[in-house]
């Protein structure tokens, strides 16, 4: 799953499988912690991401919600600045 951003130890990923793995969706993993997060709502799904970690996760969300639905609807990942 390739790494799109890094901050404060949490790591962000994102992979593409055909339509079946929507909605698109983030992965947030922070030590042996993981979140799936919706990019549509900004909010957790799925997953035992620590409320501060998810906190900076959504917080993050909100200022790429534009560039990461335009990476899940081209399937073309970037690297994008941390938090």
Do not use: C
């Amino acid at each position: 799953m390739p790494e799109i951003s890094r901050f404060y130890g949490i790591v962000i990923k994102m992979f593409f499988k055909p339509k079946e793995h929507e909605p698109g969706h983030i992965h947030a993993l922070y030590g042996e912690h993981i979140g799936i997060f919706d990019l549509n709502t900004l909010k957790m799904t799925e997953g035992d991401l620590p409320k501060k970690a998810q906190e900076l996760v959504e917080e993050w969300m909100a200022i790429n919600q534009s560039k990461l639905i335009l990476m899940w609807d081209t399937q073309k990942l970037g690297k994008l600045p941390p938090l």
